[in-house]
């Protein structure tokens, strides 16, 4: 009589390996956009390093580059600003100096008008009542925005500061009656109707006479 054999083990089910960037750990990530917002608000965008960022986050500056990448990625994560203005401002310039201020307002409008645009909204009005929040978006506007634009123009360095905050009086105050105060006929009016009646003064305070 044979012998009974043992049954074979069953097969063990092989296990697949992950790919793709692991997911951070979300103690971390805050650690580090909490240190990012003291440090961008305290310092400016141009004062602050990433080692800055680490060092007050208590890890490595590899680890920043890890989970934000650039220093403006960090800084717009660190606001939470839906949009990367590097994307957008090309087609502002690509037209050249001419019909510029037209271009900025459009684009201004049509982010703010279109579903991203409650995320602007939140921010303003944290803005209006936050010193904290109002330093981190006043930056936001001048280093990732006016800056980028006032860079392509051939104008009077002396001037650039004067010329930047002009803009943002008109693109704020947009803001803030459009969208937050909800000021008619402003709230209600058709983009176009907008651009045509900013656009020319935004385009002076950029390339004209503001002596």
């Given at each position: 009589m044979t012998p009974r054999r043992d049954a074979e083990p069953a097969a063990q089910p092989r296990?697949?390996?992950?790919?793709?960037r692991r997911p951070g750990n979300?103690?971390?990530?805050?650690?580090?956009?909490a240190a990012a917002?003291?440090?961008f608000a305290e310092r400016?965008?141009?004062?602050?390093?990433?080692?800055?960022?680490?060092?007050?986050?208590?890890?490595?500056?590899?680890?920043?580059?890890?989970?934000?990448?650039?220093?403006e990625d960090l800084f717009r994560a660190a606001l939470a600003f839906p949009v990367d203005p590097a994307r957008l401002l090309p087609t502002v310039l690509a037209g050249g100096p001419e019909g510029i201020g037209e271009r900025l307002v459009r684009t201004f409008l049509e982010v703010w008008d279109s579903p991203v645009g409650a995320a602007g909204v939140a921010l303003?009005?944290?803005?209006?009542?936050?010193?904290?929040?109002?330093r981190l978006l006043r930056e936001f506007l001048v280093t990732q925005v006016l800056r980028r634009v006032l860079d392509h123009l051939e104008v009077d360095p002396a001037e650039l500061p004067l010329r930047g905050?002009?803009?943002a009086t008109q693109l704020a105050g947009l803001a803030l009656t459009r969208y937050v105060l909800r000021l008619e006929p402003i709230a209600g009016a058709e983009p176009a109707t907008l651009v045509a009646a900013a656009g020319p003064t935004v385009?002076?305070?950029?390339t004209g006479d503001v002596r």
């Open positions: 296990r697949t390996r992950r790919t793709g979300p103690d971390t990530r805050e650690a580090i956009l917002r003291g440090a400016g965008f141009d004062a602050t390093a990433i080692r800055t960022v680490a060092a007050a986050a208590g890890v490595d500056p590899a680890l920043v580059h890890h989970y934000f990448g650039a220093k303003l009005r944290s803005a209006v009542s936050n010193e904290w929040t109002a905050g002009l803009v385009q002076r305070y950029l």
